[in-house]
């Protein structure tokens, strides 16, 4: 049955990517015959459905994995999902509203019955839509944070990390999600890259015991004025040194508040005063515990005012909806200054979006900075390689002021902390209600064990995600840890693939996810849980906004693959991804990727569809071959070179021009025999050969085609596929004849832009002439003769009268054209030649000139431009006595 004209990707995606999974080729099992190559994939969210980043993200894993899968090493890519706790228990709440259910009227195990139902469900929705990306994952070893073994690894490294005095419950200044009703680590408060706008209020408070004398501060947030408790200022402003001890009155309840001096309030922001509000700002309880000031929390946990704001109007209102009555009610008093807006950093959840509230809480926290030590060091040492580089400072500055680590959640689906809490407020950390138990026994405790109540949080889902790299493997068996250390030599699998090769991931968890494995992987293994770190960039529009579902700009990833197959989006998202920068993606980019698809589809047509003769072969398809040879063995370094820096882009484009220019233009057109007569065997089963290589080199960026292509390609058992194929190797390559095929390419380029330029049909022969005592482009003589359709190609010492000439490189060219050639017209041409070559020179001359550059250079750079301004200089001599000859 004849192949279609177009490469149709529906036919081929699911059929393969169906018989890989049967033959367990993406399985990897220990095995000491063999290299280990592993990766763990981020676990995306339950609640995800693939998104821009995930393309690329898992594109990325999938080329490293198959790579090495045909490199002959045990490739292991661990697939997963992580419980998510925020958004999951959102997406649940929502779909019981649905129901007309709230979770308040349910207990935490029918709520839990409902978030396993929507798990089971929905969770896995992702990682079958990365199925159809080609993604070549271990699916035998798919892990959930919330898996049993999984579970008892993240309470025992909790009970373990209280044990060693690294957690700790105290009341702390926390970052509050009023939406969600949970605590937020640091981490999870983002800011808009601009900022954002707001208002800056200047009120007016009035200083006890005087008629009519005022105070102005200003704050942005004058809802939360009811819990001031002092007013600051710089001890060195001389403007407020007189009212030191003073006592002021807070607006509306007369509430009696010191003037006290503090080195942290700026001068010049604002009016260099600040209200100190201990309850609701990081920075002002500080300045609280410094002064000992009382701490009046007026917010409830869903954003509402309480109580203690002491005005009945505001108690049980928004935070937002006070913050605009209040400011009514400022101004018709008298009390509002000024307003003023400007730009500003304010936290929003990474989940809810929502204002973060700074809140006093009681929660449980990891000490951060004993434990983070070791991780520090393997990044500063290089002992850990991340790409690119410049994430060395960021992770740097990061580990250098780290926090401690708000771990407790106010959630029910997640892993329940395992503190057990006595009726007298006493408490045990163990991993079970009876070993709890136990533990209060030993300390003559009159308990019963049914007194027990464990607490009621669960924790940040970083830290169950900390362990991925450990734990998918069961590093926290009953026979691996024990006396808070895993022991590899009993955990088989542990051994062999830890450390994983790279881990590839977005920068923005490069806090939340990567540093805290680092730190976990330390801890417990006493080793780097991965070697590299490759950092993507974000997915932007073409227009550098950031996708997402608001702005509509966000494609769906199935519907690209609908439309352009798996392999046209796989090298679409690829073309323009450097590591660490911004990818801007327009669909074009897919649609490229599809014409290359195509573009291989029908080099294999046109190579299928030759016949073989055992004639002699061509001397042109002789020297094509013995070019291409080294062409592909040059790119083959060059490959080798790209893949070890993680320059996944550039490996692509070397690749897609390996492809599409060498062999496609050049190679098949150079070998191709006359319409309707056959290929010599030699050349046929070279260029088999050949093709076969490239589809090797293509596989782990187009998966698909190239499994199919390989399995028409020559006759094959069915086991016989590319995926397990060997991936070539490099060998020495002639760097003489690539350097002649470069000029031998770009005179058959001149001589058809002749024929162009001149109306010329490409049918007709023309003789060319070489200004040149030597041959410089070797034995390549037949190839020009073929491709430029050349009755002969001469060398000689003089210009030749009545022809049209060009230059390659330094050496000149004649085409006699007999009364063909517009003199006046050539000459134009050449004039404009002559300038442009002339302005080349300038800025090759403003280099050489430049001292800084000469001699800060390495030499091989300044050798090469002084060979640009000899050949430029050369070529423009050639060219002013060409315009001479036309007078």
Not at 296 to 307: A, C, H, R, V, Y
Not at 683 to 712: C, G
């Amino acid at each position: 049955m004849a192949l279609s004209t177009k490469y149709n990707p529906a036919e081929t995606e699911d059929k393969w990517y169906k018989y890989w999974m049967e033959k367990g080729f993406f399985h990897g099992k220990a095995n000491k015959e063999k290299e280990p190559y592993s990766i763990v994939i981020p676990p995306p969210n339950v609640t995800g459905v693939l998104h821009m980043g995930h393309m690329l993200n898992n594109t990325i894993q999938d080329v490293l994995i198959r790579k090495a899968r045909m490199e002959g090493k045990e490739a292991c890519w661990i697939p997963g999902t992580d419980h998510a706790s925020i958004a999951t228990e959102a997406r649940v709440v929502a779909m019981l509203r649905e129901k007309g259910i709230k979770k308040s009227s349910l207990s935490r195990d029918e709520f839990l019955k409902y978030a396993w139902e929507w798990k089971e469900k929905y969770g896995g929705i992702i990682l079958d839509q990365l199925k159809k990306l080609g993604a070549s994952c271990d699916w035998e070893r798919t892990s959930f944070t919330m898996d049993t073994e999984y579970y008892k690894a993240v309470i025992k490294v909790f009970v373990d990390l209280y044990n060693k005095g690294y957690i700790y419950r105290g009341m702390r200044m926390i970052n509050w999600d009023c939406e969600a009703k949970t605590a937020l680590s640091n981490e999870e408060v983002l800011y808009k890259e601009d900022g954002e706008r707001s208002v800056l209020y200047s009120v007016r408070y009035k200083i006890k015991d005087t008629k009519d004398e005022w105070m102005v501060i200003a704050t942005q947030r004058p809802e939360t004025i009811m819990g001031d408790v002092a007013i600051a200022v710089n001890p060195t402003d001389e403007r407020y040194l007189h009212l030191i001890g003073k006592k002021i009155l807070v607006p509306f309840i007369n509430r009696e508040i010191p003037v006290i001096v503090d080195s942290y309030v700026d001068k010049t922001f604002g009016i260099g005063c600040l209200k100190v509000t201990p309850a609701h700002d990081v920075n002002d309880y500080e300045i609280g515990l410094r002064h000992s000031l009382p701490v009046i929390d007026t917010i409830n946990d869903d954003g509402s005012l309480n109580e203690k704001c002491e005005l009945p109007k505001f108690i049980g209102k928004d935070r937002f909806a006070v913050r605009k009555e209040i400011v009514k009610d400022l101004r018709e008093a008298g009390h509002l200054v000024k307003e003023e807006e400007f730009i500003t950093r304010i936290g929003r959840s990474e989940r809810t979006n929502s204002v973060v509230e700074p809140k006093l809480s009681l929660q449980w926290f990891v000490k951060m900075k004993e434990i983070s030590v070791r991780a520090k060091e393997a990044v500063a040492n290089d002992d850990i390689h991340l790409h690119p580089s410049k994430f060395k400072n960021t992770y740097a500055h990061w580990m250098d002021n780290v926090r401690d680590w708000c771990i407790s959640r106010q959630l029910w689906w997640g892993h329940r902390i395992p503190a057990w809490f006595a009726p007298d407020g006493t408490f045990m950390v163990a991993e079970s209600q009876e070993e709890a138990f136990r533990k209060f026994k030993i300390q003559n405790s009159k308990f019963k064990i049914e007194d027990l109540k464990q607490d009621e949080d669960v924790l940040d889902t970083w830290a169950s995600s900390w362990l991925w790299p450990m734990a998918v493997f069961n590093g926290f068996n009953e026979e691996s840890f024990s006396n808070g250390k895993i022991d590899s030599s009993k955990n088989m699998e542990l051994s062999y693939f830890y450390p994983s090769k790279v881990l590839v991931t977005a920068p923005e968890i490069l806090f939340f996810w990567v540093a805290r494995m680092i730190i976990a992987g330390y801890e417990y293994m006493g080793e780097k849980p991965f070697e590299d770190v490759y950092l993507t960039g974000i997915v932007r529009d073409k227009q550098g906004r950031k996708m997402s579902k608001s702005l509509g700009n966000s494609p769906d990833p199935l519907e690209l693959i609908n439309t352009y197959g798996a392999d046209g989006v796989r090298t679409g998202m690829l073309f323009s991804s450097p590591a660490g920068n911004d990818l801007l993606f327009d669909e074009k980019l897919c649609e490229q990727g599809r014409n290359f698809a195509n573009k291989i589809w029908n080099a294999f047509r046109l190579v299928k569809g030759w016949e073989i003769a055992s004639h002699g072969q061509p001397e042109e398809n002789k020297i094509a071959i013995e070019w291409f040879e080294s062409k592909l063995n040059k790119t083959l370094a060059e490959l080798e070179d790209h893949f070890s820096k993680f320059r996944m882009s550039d490996a692509l484009h070397t690749l897609y021009k390996l492809t599409w220019d060498d062999f496609c233009a050049w190679y098949l057109e150079i070998i191709k025999p006359e319409f309707g007569k056959p290929i010599d065997e030699k050349t046929y089963t070279k260029t088999v050969s050949f093709f076969e290589s490239l589809l090797k080199l293509l596989h782990p960026f187009m998966p698909f085609i190239t499994e199919e292509l390989w399995h028409e390609l020559t006759d094959r058992i069915p086991e016989d596929c590319i995926i397990v194929a060997t991936w070539p190797v490099a060998q020495s390559a002639d760097g003489k004849i690539i350097n002649q095929s470069e000029i031998a390419f770009e005179v058959i380029t001149q001589v058809r832009n002749v024929r162009n330029a001149k109306g010329i049909s490409p049918k007709e022969s023309l003789p060319l002439f070489a200004k040149s005592v030597t041959n410089e482009f070797g034995s390549f003589v037949p190839v020009i003769h073929k491709l430029a359709n050349l009755t002969s190609v001469k060398f000689v010492e003089e210009k030749i009268e009545n022809a049209t000439a060009f230059m390659v490189g330094t050496q000149e060219f004649f085409i006699p054209l007999d009364g063909k050639v517009d003199s006046a017209k050539e000459k134009e041409e050449l004039i404009k030649e002559i300038e442009y070559n002339e302005g080349f020179l300038a800025s090759v001359m403003k280099k050489l000139s430049n001292e800084k550059f000469v001699n800060g250079a390495p030499p091989q750079v300044i050798e090469v431009e002084r060979k640009k301004k000899t050949d430029t200089e050369m070529k423009i001599k050639a060219l002013k006595e060409r315009v001479e000859s036309l007078k």
